[in-house]
């Protein structure tokens, strides 16, 4: 079982709303940053937007950046990635990931290669 559980995906149409959670129970001890990435059919994984460890800071791609926000609660061991205005380019599996925290980096990296831990990923079609 992945020790990473995202939910939240769905149908919705352009201009909706919705909003990602990224369970991660399996990672209550440590400093780490959470991801969240999406993958369309027939194109590479993409970095949509991290946040820190204690939240303080995060990272978010230019193409969400105004309508995307990533939160996470640490009493609930849970990231969300709340998705504003969407539109049919923003379809694609989603999938949060784990990297330790690296306090040189500054801003965690919206790089795949850098995390370790994956979900299995959640489906979001926008469509008319």
């Known amino acids: 079982q992945s020790p990473l559980v995202e939910s939240g995906g ?4 352009p201009g909706g709303s919705l909003r990602l959670s990224c369970e991660v129970s399996a990672f209550t001890s440590g400093h780490y940053d959470v991801g969240w990435f999406r993958q369309a059919p027939g194109k590479e994984r993409e970095g949509v937007s991290c946040i820190s460890d204690s939240g ?3 990272n978010i791609a230019d193409s969400v950046k105004g309508r995307f926000t ?3 609660d640490n009493t609930k061991n849970t990231v969300y990635l709340q998705m504003n205005r ?3 380019e923003d379809s694609a599996v989603y ?3 784990t990297a330790p ?3 040189s980096w500054g801003l965690c990296p919206l790089t795949p290669t850098e995390y ?3 979900g299995q990923g959640t489906q979001v079609t926008v469509k008319s």
């Open 95 to 97: 999938h949060c990931a």
């Open 10 to 13: 769905g149908l919705m149409q």
């Open 101 to 103: 925290h690296v306090e």
């Open 56 to 58: 303080s800071s995060a």
């Open 116 to 118: 370790g831990y994956w």
């Open 86 to 88: 969407l539109e049919i």
């Open 70 to 72: 990533i939160s996470r």
